[in-house]
């Protein structure tokens, strides 16, 4: 491969990655192979230019909507000290899910003022812990959460401005685990059975809780606005009732859930385009029930942290089921991404230290003149936060009826659909299986690699949201370290745990 800029077709370019002259991948001015070598395997490595790019282009959004908004970033996303300083200093207010995130985000020296908590079984020391920290907002998830809080509230003798979750019946189309909005589900006030209007009726008994707004969030991974439109306006319905029954609203707060890229079967929508429809729904249904604009707030989450965020594994053993499948394993798995295994989710990854034989024609490349099939092109190139790459300028893409197909029709789609590109090619289809005693421990089942050899470097894209948080120790295999790479300076911001790690909270029997 040429090197240069990396592109994914009618995506941009991808953060700051590129091919070096080595042939070996780069993201944020750093040698990917290096890293590896340096830090171990598995490894985190996140795009910092590209987040604060990502949070500036929801920002620019959100500017240029007539809407007075306000973002936080959704911390169960990826949550350490380092992310929640980052999404602060570039301007976001920080939604935590749980006493640890809350934790974390004060520990990195975010205002409690700047911070809501979320969640639907807070404990009483997490409320005692977020009251007394002075904390921005508690949206209240159930009746028993409002009278435990109340109780706090009493005993530390402050008053604490709460929102209210309500599952606002509006099914978002995402895999059933991740939709949250629908009337079937163990978050929030239930809208459709009248729960939603009684418990405003009920807040008249809690002197010390001021609710000052609504909040829905309708599920994760969305490619579409209308479940956000649709919630807007059930929610505004219940907003006027609260306003007629006195409350101080201000606020109505819509989630998270907008989707990225994984593979090239999803499109993510422009930042734009929520806003837009959001803006729209919400004026027209403040007109039609008489109130003025609320306040919006959004809590987006893997927007921000998913594609910057890339899983580096080095290539152990392998296996052939002939006929059937080319097994390859690596040095992680489900206990770093447990996201095959819990939803089915697929990802795209290269042999980073031979992108010469990566992908052949996946990649499009800039800055450098290409061959055949290749064509150079001018236009704007944005990401689905609506930021200008900063590579727009000069970028070759290919033609678009040779373009690959990727992810659901794997390898032979590829192979089939590239034509001449890929005549000599050593590309082949892979399963790569993690290291866990478990069969669907797998990271991806239809890899298109060249033929892996023990010891390349494997990395795996878009991993930045809900893998870090999500990974455990299964098999007691310590968590992957994770490194921020940004102008050609890696800093560890995790640092590996260790097998000794594993057994420091354990207590011998003799
Ligand atoms: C209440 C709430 N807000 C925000 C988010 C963030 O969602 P996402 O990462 O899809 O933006 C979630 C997760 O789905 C959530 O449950
Ligand atoms: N963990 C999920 C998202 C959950 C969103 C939190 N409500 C995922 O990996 O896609």
Redesign the pocket.
Same mark, same amino acid.
């Given at each position: 491969m040429a090197p240069g800029v990396l592109e994914w077709p009618g995506h941009g370019t991808w953060g700051t990655m590129e091919v070096l002259d080595n042939q070996h991948l780069s993201i944020g001015g750093c040698d990917v192979v290096e890293l590896a070598n340096q830090f171990g395997t598995p490894l985190f490595v996140y795009d910092v230019e590209w987040v604060r790019q990502r949070i500036r282009g929801i920002l620019q959004a959100v500017k240029r909507s007539n809407l007075n908004v306000r973002v936080s970033y959704a911390s169960?996303a990826f949550c350490t000290v380092a992310v929640c300083q980052l999404v602060h200093e570039e301007g976001l207010g920080l939604d935590v899910v749980s006493g640890g995130e809350l934790y974390t985000a004060l520990q990195a020296g975010v205002p409690a003022s700047d911070i809501h908590l979320h969640g639907n079984n807070k404990s009483w020391a997490e409320l005692e812990f977020a009251v007394s920290s002075g904390i921005g907002l508690i949206i209240v998830d159930n009746f028993v959460e409002l009278d435990m809080l109340s109780e706090v509230a009493d005993k530390l003798e402050k008053d604490v401005s709460i929102l209210l979750r309500i599952s606002p019946g509006v099914e978002a189309h995402t895999h059933e685990f991740?939709s949250?909005g629908q009337q079937d589900s163990k978050f929030g006030f239930d809208l459709e059975s009248g729960q939603a209007e009684d418990v405003l009726t009920q807040l008249g008994d809690y002197p010390r809780l001021h609710c000052v707004g609504l909040h829905s969030?309708i599920g994760?991974?969305i490619f579409e606005p209308q479940g956000f439109t649709a919630a807007v306006f059930r929610m505004v319905e219940l907003y006027r009732d609260g306003l007629a029954l006195g409350l101080p609203l201000k606020i109505l707060n819509l989630g998270g859930g907008f989707g990225i890229r994984y593979t090239s079967g999803d499109r993510p929508l422009a930042f734009d385009v929520y806003m837009d429809a959001i803006e729209t729904a919400l004026t027209e249904a403040c007109r039609r029930q008489g109130v003025q604009v609320p306040e919006v707030w959004l809590e987006p989450?893997?927007v921000i942290v998913g594609p910057p965020g890339t899983t580096l594994y080095t290539v152990g053993t392998q296996k052939s089921v002939p006929g059937v499948r080319n097994y390859v394993s690596v040095d992680g798995g489900m206990t770093d991404n447990p996201?095959l295994a819990? &939803?089915g !989710?697929k990802y795209e990854a290269v042999l980073a230290n031979r992108m010469d034989e990566a992908w052949g024609n996946h990649w499009l490349r800039g800055g450098v003149e290409g061959s055949g099939s290749t064509k150079l092109v001018n236009r704007p190139l944005r990401d689905e936060t609506g930021v200008p790459t900063p590579h727009e300028a000069k970028t070759l893409v290919l033609h678009a009826n040779k373009m690959p197909v990727m992810g659901d029709t794997g390898v032979n789609g590829v192979l089939d659909n590239a034509h001449g590109q890929s005549e000599g090619s050593s590309l082949e289809r892979w399963s790569v299986a993690g290291k866990c005693c478990e069969s669907g421990d797998m990271l991806i089942w239809d890899a298109t690699l060249p033929h892996p050899k023990q010891g390349d470097v494997l990395a795996v894209f878009s991993t930045g !949201? &809900?893998n870090y948080s999500?990974a455990s120790n299964y098999n007691r295999n310590p968590k992957p370290a994770v490194v921020f790479v940004e102008n050609g300076n890696p800093t560890v911001v995790v640092e590996r745990e260790t097998w000794a790690d594993m057994v420091r909270q354990d207590r011998p029997l003799y």
């Open positions: 169960k991740i949250t969030h994760s991974q989450g893997r996201r819990l &939803y !989710a !949201a &809900y999500m």
